[in-house]
């Protein structure tokens, strides 16, 4: 997920009240489609490790290979992409008219599944590649801009979180 406006932000207050928890529950690479109320109805994303502490509406669904599972994540995207599961995800998606229809619709649609762990890794290769690279060169920029200071961008989810409460103590302390 890309967002470069960091006013879209809230506070980790609002945040955490919504989660009712300190933590959104989400995971690095987690996918995330809009079910409703967007353009991009049908269409997933991949959620990148340092953002995984969002707020999503209620209009996206959120997929995650399971424990049981035997493939990971870009194994799931690489099959949700697939044009014949995308034919079956439209159905379910597109046909309904509110976000409760969707339910637990998305149960029918037929993956194909791997005959084992290492096959599944093998044919999702390029999209592990793909996302783990783009982190890792995420992270070494992030890194270099926390250090350089000469440089005014955003990368959204990868700042660092300030801790209030040291600075203002630090601020208190004669």
Not at 25 to 30: E, N, P, Q, R, T
Not at 40 to 46: E, K, L, R, V
Not at 79 to 88: D, E, S
Not at 114 to 125: L, T
Request: hydrophobic share 40%.
């Amino acid at each position: 997920m890309v967002n470069i406006n960091p006013t879209n932000q809230v506070p980790l207050q609002t945040a955490e009240r919504y989660w009712r928890s300190s933590t959104s529950g989400l995971l690095a690479y987690d996918l995330i489609c809009p079910e409703r109320a967007s353009r991009n109805i049908g269409d997933f994303c991949i959620l990148m490790p340092g953002q995984e502490q969002i707020l999503l509406t209620k209009e996206v669904i959120i997929l995650r290979a399971g424990d049981r599972a035997y493939f990971d994540q870009f194994y799931l995207l690489w099959a949700m992409t697939l044009k014949i599961v995308r034919t079956q995800w439209n159905r379910i998606v597109f046909m309904q008219t509110n976000r409760e229809d969707v339910g637990k619709r998305y149960l029918e649609i037929e993956l194909p599944l791997a005959p084992n762990q290492a096959r599944a890794n093998e044919v999702s290769e390029i999209f592990r590649r793909y996302f783990t690279t783009l982190a890792s060169e995420r992270e070494r920029l992030r890194n270099y801009l926390d250090t350089s200071k000469a440089h005014h961008f955003f990368i959204s989810g990868a700042e660092q979180i300030p801790d209030i409460d040291e600075e203002i103590e630090q601020m208190l302390t004669p």
